[in-house]
């Protein structure tokens, strides 16, 4: 079992910045890869960014290039660095592990005012 707490969500202007961390921990040994989604009012859920256990990283074409996803392996925490921000931004943002199983956090929430 795989425990995940995200933190650092809050409310920012259009263009500013803010940093989501996801603290793992329990069974870390079983995760392959970690990744952001997020979901806004009335929207499905949707991929962010991921990154495998071998480094490697995607995001979605929305966030490309405004957002960043990197890993502390000493401090079990996968960030998402989040520049640039627009309201469509705007979201529950959740950390999600992959392993056996499906671990989900219970997300954090990023308001971006215009």
């Known amino acids: 079992q795989v425990q995940l707490v995200e933190s650092g969500g809050g409310l920012v202007q259009a263009g500013g910045s803010l940093r989501l961390s996801c603290a793992a921990s329990g069974s870390i040994f079983l995760i392959n890869a970690i990744a952001w989604f997020r979901q806004a009012p009335g929207k499905q859920r949707e991929l962010v960014a991921h990154i495998g256990f071998n480094g490697n990283t995607n995001y979605a074409d929305s966030v490309k290039g405004r957002f960043t996803i990197s890993r502390d392996n000493a401090k079990n925490t996968v960030y998402l660095q989040m520049t640039s921000l627009k309201p469509e931004d705007t979201g529950v943002y959740y950390c999600?592990?992959?392993?056996?199983?499906?671990?989900w956090g219970k997300g954090t929430l990023v308001t971006v005012s215009s």
């Open positions: 999600n592990a992959k392993g056996p199983a499906d671990n």
